[in-house]
């Protein structure tokens, strides 16, 4: 008959001996075994047949057998000139059972704990895995979480072990509170850290949940901050995090010594290169005398006097900064030392952890390869390079002594994640009205870090699918090439009284010309239908009514210099394409453009860019057709619906596009108030551009002024749990009576 019982203390393990002692052991008699044989109790014994009765010895050999695990109680006596071994076996396990756990899987307890079926039971490890188990519901913010072992005793010396728990409710961060800040107040310094306060607004986020782990890396980000402010002395004093009696909620309060603050004083370079005049350096160097010190710059100085050694043909260089700190004058004199470092070469590079990913996918970012000169710019890129490939969650690059003084082998850790996506998106734009989206990708297919997709979009004027497979290193260089399909409807009735079908599918071929320019080259054939146009639309448009076929070859160029290609905050980049319809089909025409922007960092939180985009074609004889051409208003100009500049047809009102077109926006962001981490931010633009076409043979009632348009505005945008929201008021304030204008300007978008 089973039964459950709760964990008893063990019991004692006992060596009796004869009270007079000595004498010599004639035999060992072993007594209790069930599954271990009495020759494997033996072999843990410290004395044999013919060794003397010494109390020393057999409680050595007591410790030896109670220390295998294998016993619950063990017994040694004396019978006459016998040595009698007694042992209770401990119980086999012969399952473990959770109960009450909704929040984590039993696989992940199970990974946790060391009891296993047919493992030996005893109850040190049922104790130990209980504090594990307790341990991952405190990681994962569940302090009032308990955990009960039970042991069911079965026949045969089994027993199974049930752990029953209960989770209880996430233990979340009701207050956060400074003590000691007197330059920046609590809820400065509350938005630097990374635990945050439990509120209504943070119903997603797990950074309320108190976590140690999370709170000591909030001392390092507070001493980040104030180091970057110049407060050169700060330190956390204590970081104490207080529990209420109940375990439901966490009062956490830091103790800082914010100390003195500090300007840079004098800022000097010194070298022990001969050919190497130090001043070449100074255009590197980010700390100015006189400014407020900041740590963050003097790492970002040896990064770049790094990088420009490197590029100047020094391979082994060691950047050394030296720090005077000059407490009367609150000044901090930084000199940069440039040496000569250790000549070392890469022995190896070796990768762990990609299990799913070939190890050539890793091999091929690398900017270094075995043999190479070590360095620590390119070893720094390379680890970049893989972190942007998207496969990993986390990439650790580092490098330790190879077997010889002057070989180093470089250790590449990473931890693999998901890379194939399921998206179904809706939302609606003032521009395309509701709309809704479903697309499959996996962006590392079968290891080898090619990119597949398909996608299916439909919204209230456009109906589009296309699929599309890039691989990145066609032939094992450093070369892509993509193949794309399409199909699209676009119902362009309020803008120009007609619909768009398109068909076709492309190839694309890419390859780097230097570490931030990229190359495109490209050939599309497509076929367009161009129907329902209206009765009363424009003569234009009904001239193009019908189908036509267009094969284009193009190519552009992106050069990129920004610090984050999705937010940019600092760096700029250019762009520029070139394509020719006319190699085949009916449709003949040149277009170029070109792009760029650039981006300043003004303050914490607060930044501006100016980005500009010029495009001209021409039909080479043949009138461009109205599907081709640009088209300015919406997206790309706020203030003016989509279409709503440019030549339009006054007869009909029908937006015709232009050849030529130019617009520039400068667009400030900055912080509104919101939480950080809310993602609200405030944006203040303005856009000034034209649209315009010369005119081509037979034109009449065509409106078509090449004089500049604009518009300013507000707006503020929300990266929101479901997806980007963006809300904008625009005013044209110069344009023209037959453009077309827009105040409200409205986006949003989601994805599960």
Known sequence: MALAVALAPAQPARAQLSPTGGGIINSVRIEGTQRIEAETVQSYLSVRPGDPFEAEKVNASLKSLFATGLFADVTLRREG?????????????????????????????????????????????????????????????????????????LDQNRVDVVY???????????????????????????????????????????DTNYDPDRVTFDRELLRRFYLREGYADFRVVSAVAELTPDRSEFFITFTVDEGDRY???????????????????????????????????????????????????????????????????????????????????????????????????????????????????????????????GFFKKVDVSNVPGADPDKTVIQVEVEEQSTGEVSIGAGYSSSEGALADFGIRERNLLGRGQDLRTKFRISQKTTEFDVGFTEPYFLDKDLSFGVDLFRITRDNQDESSYDLRAIGGGLRFGYSLTESLRQTLRYTLRQDKITNVDDDASLYIKDQEGNNITSLVGQSLFYDRLDNRQEPTDGYYLSGSQDFAGLGGDIRYIKAKIGGGRYWQLWDKWSVGITGEAGAMDGLGKRVRINDRFFLGGDNFKGFTAGGIGPRDTSTDDALGGRFMAVTTTELTFPIGFPDELGVAGKAFTTIGSLWSAPENGEVNVADDKSPRASIGVGVAWKSPFGPIRFDLAKAIVKKDYDETQIFHFSFGTRF
Request: hydrophobic content about 35%; proline content about 2%; glycine content about 4%.
């Open 263 to 389: 300007k840079y004083g004098v800022v000097d370079l010194t070298t022990q290169f001969k050919n190497l005049d130090p001043n070449v350096m100074r255009g590197n160097v980010l700390a100015v005398e006189g400014e407020w010190y900041n740590a963050e710059l003097i790492e970002k100085t040896i990064t770049k006097m790094t990088d420009a050694m490197s590029d100047m043909g020094f391979a082994f260089v060691d950047i050394q900064p030296t720090i005077d700190r000059d407490r009367e004058k609150k000044s901090i004199n930084v000199t940069f030392d440039i040496q000569e470092g250790p000549r070392v070469f890469i022995e190896r590079i070796d990768i762990v952890g990609n299990f799913r990913t070939l190890d050539r996918v890793v091999r091929r970012e690398f900017r270094l390869v075995e043999g190479d000169a070590f360095n620590n710019a390119k070893m720094r890129r390379s680890k970049q390079r893989i972190q942007n490939l």
């Open 81 to 153: 000139d016998a040595l009698v071994v007694r042992v209770v076996e401990n119980p086999i396990v012969n399952r473990v059972a959770f109960e009450g756990n909704r929040k984590i899987e039993n696989k992940e307890l199970e990974n946790e704990i060391s009891l296993r079926a047919r493992v030996v039971y005893t109850r040190t490890k049922v104790q130990n895995d209980t504090k594990r188990i307790l341990d991952i519901y405190r990681r994962s913010g569940r302090f009032a979480a308990s955990v009960e072992p039970k042991i069911i005793q």
């Open 164 to 206: 029953e728990i209960s989770e209880g409710s996430v233990t979340e961060v009701r207050s956060i509170r400074f003590i000691g800040n007197k330059a920046y107040g609590d809820s400065k310094l509350r938005s630097t850290i990374q635990t945050k306060e439990s509120t209504w607004y943070r119903f997603l986020s797990t």
